[in-house]
T-cell receptor, first 114, second 114 residues
Framework: ETGVTQTPRHLVMGMTNKKSLKCEQHLGHNAMYWYKQSAKKPLELMFVYSLEERVENNSVPSRFSPECPNSSHLFLHLHTLQPEDSALYLC?????????????FGEGSRLTVL | AQSVSQHNHHVILSEAASLELGCNYSYGGTVNLFWYVQYPGQHLQLLLKYFSGDPLVKGIKGFEAEFIKSKFSFNLRKPSVQWSDTAEYFCAVNAKSSASKIIFGSGTRLSIRP
């Protein structure tokens, strides 16, 4: 098992669809992150969960709804998205327990909104 | 608010050339600094990190970075690049007081001509 597993790897959806991205971490730590990676833009921090509570929410539109049912799983629920939401969505979890900022990333979910 | 600037969007070098990628951050407090690398088709992974102490840090694959506090910089260097260094490189920072919020730059794509 890799440290952080994301599914699906690719997703195409219409603007009226509802879908979810899933992240599972096997590193044994209590924090999980969602980032958005768009071409030629900085990785955008979306959400951070620590001990299943949201500790960061970077002004993300409400059409993105995170859910963290336990310390190993993180979801990103998507509804009524816009074409500009097409991007690579990355999940990450800390490499260590001391929360220094070292992250282990999943391979990402490539989202295309038509 | 913290921010990270990477001024070179795309760098093209020949094998054996020396590399320096610029990274500047803005934040008034004490920070941790990171370089991450994303090889084609692979997930983002940590290349090196600076927490404290010697401002010259060494990472994997012969990379090093120097923290210059007065310049708010953390440039990445390698004396002699190889074709396998072709990748995208991301600088990142987090404040020690708010370690969960890790901010990334927009990345520099490095292409190495064989």
């Amino acid at each position: 098992e890799t440290g952080v597993t994301q599914t699906p790897r690719h997703l195409v959806m219409g603007m009226t669809n509802k879908k979810s991205l899933k992240c599972e971490q096997h590193l044994g730590h209590n924090a999980m992150y969602w980032y958005k990676q768009s071409a030629k833009k900085p990785l955008e921090l979306m959400f951070v969960y620590s001990l299943e509570e949201r500790v960061e929410n970077n002004s993300v539109p409400s059409r993105f709804s995170p859910e963290c049912p336990n310390s190993s799983h993180l979801f990103l629920h998507l509804h009524t998205l816009q074409p500009e939401d097409s991007a690579l969505y990355l999940c990450a979890s800390p490499l260590g327990t001391d929360n220094t900022g070292e992250l282990f990333f999943g391979e990402g979910s490539r989202l295309t909104v038509l | 608010a913290q921010s990270v600037s990477q001024h070179n969007h795309h760098v093209i070098l020949s094998e054996a050339a020396s590399l320096e990628l610029g990274c500047n951050y803005s934040y008034g407090g004490t920070v941790n600094l990171f370089w991450y690398v994303q090889y084609p088709g692979q997930h983002l992974q940590l290349l090196l990190k600076y927490f404290s102490g010697d401002p010259l840090v060494k990472g994997i694959k012969g990379f090093e970075a120097e923290f210059i506090k007065s310049k708010f910089s953390f440039n990445l260097r390698k004396p002699s690049v190889q074709w396998s260094d072709t990748a995208e490189y991301f600088c990142a920072v987090n404040a020690k007081s708010s370690a969960s919020k890790i901010i990334f730059g927009s990345g520099t794509r490095l292409s190495i001509r064989p």
